[in-house]
């Protein structure tokens, strides 16, 4: 008999990107939903709840190719300029958005992922996948963003309705945008770029340093290091589920793809540098 994969469910807009680099544009299926359930979609069986108008045919085809696509109805799709400075600054401009999405699919999970790119899941959503699954990470990214079309604008936010969440990712950055104190959550997880990073289980103080990679781009990184780490912490112990993270983030980066053996996550995992710090 073969071994039951997880039930995961991942939530959140996906996103027509429209990126500009130069005098060069093309357009892009993107958004964290998308990028969060291509890592995910290699530890377990994914669904992804998300809510828009039109997507191209291939489009739905590849996203259909990482697990079962509900879609919520929508009168518009969310779209995003991203117009790159270099391969690590850009700027955002909302162009369009979707529907909210109010209520999850009936029955249970083993895990939820929560990852809005446009402040559409509510508070009471996070409420009820604490309740539905037995592990449910998010990224802060959506939740403080305001869902106003334009440059984005980032908004402060009691962050009180995150608390009990098992991973939550964030921007260094961003997260001084949410009043939340590390020891709210059981994880939490605080990327800065190319730069040292920090994180915090149950309370304690980490530091792990992302592997140099040259790229053109880091569109996704953020939302597949989350992705990644929740497969990873639903078996494995927190240093050792950051250290295989960071690891498949890195070839996630070098390959645009989430195509390669896991024993090269393994092997990179092992020059991983992570150490507790002591306040």
Known sequence: MGLIKMKCLVVGHIVRDVIKRGSVTEER???????????LSRFCDVEILTSFSELSEEWIDELRSLGKLTVLPSDETTSYELVYMDSNRRELRLLSRASTIDELPPGRYDVVLLNPVTNEIPPELVKEALERAKLVSADVQGFI?????????????????????????SDVAEFRYLNLKPSS????LLSDGPNPGKAYFRGQLYRFLPMKVNVEESTGAGDVFLGAFTGFYAECPFIQSLKRAIAFTTLFLK?????????????????VSVEAIND
Request: avoid cysteine; charge should be negative; aromatic fraction near 8%.
């Open 29 to 39: 299926l993107g958004g964290g939903a998308y990028y969060s359930a291509l890592a």
């Open 145 to 169: 963003r305001s869902p106003e079309p334009g440059v984005v604008r980032l908004i402060e936010r009691d962050g009180s309705f995150l608390r009990g969440i098992h991973v939550l990712h």
């Open 185 to 188: 959550v059981e994880v939490l």
């Open 255 to 271: 390959n645009r793809s989430t195509d390669f053996e896991m024993s090269e996550v393994s092997e990179l995992a092992g020059k």
